[in-house]
């Protein structure tokens, strides 16, 4: 079993900046990607940006390329999200995710069942 806890996220201007972090603990040995994914009421749940925990190859979502920066620092089991120039589009509830991936990193696509979730953590953009 895999638990993920996110910390972080809030409120902020247009513009503004903030940080999610995602904690993993348990049987790390069963996942190799973190991804990060943001749904807000009504819509479906989209990828945002995703890191390999062994190579640390990132993807990124085009509406967050250049704005978002993922990483990941394994001695801690954690992986950030660092967003800047945040838009009220960017509103949504964050979600960290735990998946297997055994392709081709170039051919990386994010896909909404993976493996483990965490809770949640609600980002608010206002303009």
């Known amino acids: 079993v895999v638990q993920l806890v996110e910390f972080g996220g809030g409120s902020v201007q247009d513009g503004g900046s903030l940080s999610l972090s995602c904690h993993a603990s348990?049987?790390?040995?069963?996942?190799?990607?973190i991804v990060w994914f943001r749904q807000t009421p009504g819509k479906e749940r989209e990828g945002v940006a995703a890191?390999?925990?062994?190579?640390?190859?990132?993807h990124y979502h085009n509406s967050v390329k250049g704005r978002f920066t993922i990483s990941r620092d394994n001695t801690k089991n954690t992986v950030s999200l660092i967003m800047n120039n945040l838009k009220p589009e960017d509103t949504a509830m964050y979600y960290c995710?735990?998946?297997?991936?055994?392709?081709?990193?170039?051919?990386?696509?994010?896909?909404?069942?993976?493996?483990?979730w965490g809770r949640g953590t609600q980002v608010t953009v206002s303009s």
């Open positions: 995710a735990a998946d297997r991936y055994q392709g081709d990193w170039a051919h990386f696509s994010f896909r909404a069942d993976a493996i483990y």
């Open positions: 890191i390999s925990t062994k190579s640390g190859n990132t």
């Open positions: 348990g049987y790390t040995e069963n996942f190799n990607v």
